[in-house]
């Protein structure tokens, strides 16, 4: 009787091959793609429970590779989203890594990391994130989403994915974030006058005042704060640089130049002044280009640094729960007065560098009233200080 194996015929290059693996209990399906440059057998492999199962795989697979893909079978969510922290963020800023790394490690990778990604459906994906929307604000919910969608498509660059899954579902509704709070008038005195003499009383005083950013000041120069009116010029700051990267502002339109009013002008004069005694006093050459708000090593300062003093100096300024507020809640207090004072939307959108009126309608407006005045005049008036 003929040996059976040797009347099959063998599986040619390229073909594919099913058999049975006892010591894994299940079919395995092989597609041979020849050999590797160091001669080291190179084939796919799937399994199943039945030969159907595994035909169907390989079906697949074969689509797969006609599109030039090579997905392995055992790349997973965990891999995917490592490899894409650790390639796809070059140039980033470290703050917006450790943000997405933090993310990742608590949402994605504890809920989805063994998952192949092969094998990822969408039905899974909607379960997870209506498991997260349970736990995470919209914000949060989208970037955990985001997360993932990236990685995937970082991994489809790289041939270890066919198709992302994550573009085929949508993010619901999360938990309802915080809510943005703004100072009162009466807030607003206070904290002006708290820890006055101090880097931290200049800071409060130039974000209310004036509306910059947090990412906008922290970088500032003292070359972009001209203090002295000239006949071309009011006293001014300009706001050209920020944290983000390459030291851009966030958009085209947050490039501007802002007056200040008579209380930013004393307060910062004396800080520069301050600050130019110090550089003598340690022996250090003043240059416009230091930082106006340096560390006491002449480094930029971090956000949680300032985070930090800002709640020392609100506790200073009698306020009970400190850490219920952030130094951003300066510049939608900035917004609020000024449109409480009868500042049009529209000049208050140009000020805070904003593209157009709705987010500073929706976000940052929180008392309404109609129009009439501007800017820095207008924060002459509502803090009145005849020093």
Same mark, same amino acid.
């Given at each position: 009787?003929?040996?059976?194996?040797?009347?099959?015929?063998?599986?040619?290059?390229?073909?594919?091959?099913?058999?049975?693996?006892?010591?894994?209990?299940?079919?395995?399906?092989?597609?041979?793609?020849?050999?590797?440059?160091?001669?080291?057998?190179?084939? /796919?492999?799937?399994?199943?429970?039945?030969?159907?199962?595994?035909?169907?795989?390989?079906?697949?697979?074969?689509?797969?590779?006609?599109?030039?893909?090579?997905?392995?079978?055992?790349?997973?969510?965990?891999?995917?989203?490592?490899?894409?922290?650790?390639?796809?963020?070059?140039?980033?800023?470290?703050?917006?890594?450790?943000?997405?790394?933090?993310?990742?490690?608590?949402?994605?990778?504890?809920?989805?990391?063994?998952?192949?990604?092969?094998?990822?459906?969408?039905?899974?994906?909607?379960?997870?994130?209506?498991?997260?929307?349970?736990?995470?604000?919209?914000?949060?919910?989208?970037?955990?989403?985001?997360?993932?969608?990236?990685?995937?498509?970082?991994?489809?660059?790289?041939?270890?994915?066919?198709?992302?899954?994550?573009? /085929?579902?949508?993010?619901?509704?999360?938990?309802?974030?915080?809510?943005?709070?703004?100072?009162?008038?009466?807030?607003?005195?206070?904290?002006?006058?708290?820890?006055?003499?101090?880097?931290?009383?200049?800071?409060?005083?130039?974000?209310?005042?004036?509306?910059?950013?947090?990412?906008?000041?922290?970088? /500032?120069?003292?070359?972009?704060?001209?203090?002295?009116?000239?006949?071309?010029?009011?006293?001014?700051?300009?706001?050209?640089?920020?944290?983000?990267?390459?030291?851009?502002?966030?958009?085209?339109?947050?490039?501007?130049?802002?007056?200040?009013?008579?209380?930013?002008?004393?307060?910062?004069?004396?800080?520069?002044?301050?600050?130019?005694?110090?550089?003598?006093?340690?022996?250090?050459?003043?240059?416009?280009?230091?930082?106006?708000?340096?560390?006491?090593?002449?480094?930029?300062?971090?956000?949680?640094?300032?985070?930090?003093?800002?709640?020392?100096?609100?506790?200073?300024?009698?306020?009970?729960?400190?850490?219920?507020?952030?130094?951003?809640? /300066?510049?939608?207090?900035?917004?609020?007065?000024?449109?409480?004072?009868?500042?049009?939307?529209?000049?208050?959108?140009?000020?805070?560098?904003?593209?157009?009126?709705?987010?500073?309608?929706?976000?940052?407006?929180?008392?309404?009233?109609?129009?009439?005045?501007?800017?820095?005049?207008?924060?002459?008036?509502?803090?009145?200080?005849?020093?």
């Amino acid at each position: 009787m003929a040996d059976e194996s040797r009347s099959r015929p063998r599986a040619g290059h390229g073909d594919d091959s099913i058999y049975w693996d006892k010591s894994k209990n299940r079919y395995i399906g092989a597609i041979s793609l020849g050999y590797t440059p160091s001669g080291k057998r190179n084939r /796919l492999k799937v399994s199943g429970k039945t030969k159907a199962d595994v035909r169907h795989k390989l079906r697949e697979l074969r689509k797969e590779l006609e599109q030039g893909v090579k997905a392995p079978a055992t790349y997973t969510v965990t891999q995917a989203v490592n490899d894409w922290l650790a390639q796809g963020l070059k140039g980033r800023e470290v703050s917006s890594v450790e943000t997405y790394r933090i993310l990742a490690d608590k949402h994605v990778i504890p809920c989805l990391g063994k998952a192949k990604l092969r094998t990822l459906e969408a039905d899974e994906l909607d379960e997870w994130l209506e498991d997260r929307s349970k736990v995470l604000a919209t914000q949060s919910l989208q970037m955990v989403h985001s997360i993932l969608r990236r990685s995937i498509s970082h991994a489809q660059r790289r041939g270890r994915a066919f198709r992302n899954v994550a573009e /085929l579902v949508e993010v619901p509704e999360g938990r309802p974030g915080r809510p943005s709070k703004s100072l009162s008038l009466d807030q607003g005195d206070a904290v002006l006058r708290a820890k006055e003499g101090t880097w931290i009383h200049a800071y409060v005083v130039l974000s209310l005042l004036v509306g910059v950013r947090p990412e906008e000041a922290r970088p /500032l120069t003292w070359t972009h704060v001209h203090l002295v009116a000239s006949d071309r010029a009011k006293p001014h700051v300009d706001v050209w640089r920020s944290v983000r990267r390459h030291g851009e502002t966030k958009t085209r339109k947050s490039r501007r130049s802002l007056a200040m009013p008579r209380q930013a002008v004393l307060v910062m004069t004396a800080h520069k002044a301050r600050e130019q005694a110090e550089c003598r006093t340690a022996g250090i050459e003043w240059t416009d280009e230091r930082l106006v708000f340096p560390t006491e090593t002449g480094e930029r300062r971090s956000a949680l640094n300032v985070r930090r003093n800002f709640r020392s100096l609100l506790k200073e300024a009698g306020f009970q729960n400190p850490k219920e507020w952030t130094s951003r809640e /300066l510049r939608t207090s900035f917004v609020s007065l000024l449109s409480d004072h009868g500042i049009p939307i529209e000049v208050i959108a140009r000020l805070v560098g904003h593209h157009g009126t709705d987010t500073t309608e929706k976000v940052y407006r929180k008392q309404l009233r109609p129009i009439i005045s501007e800017g820095a005049e207008a924060m002459d008036e509502i803090f009145r200080n005849d020093g």
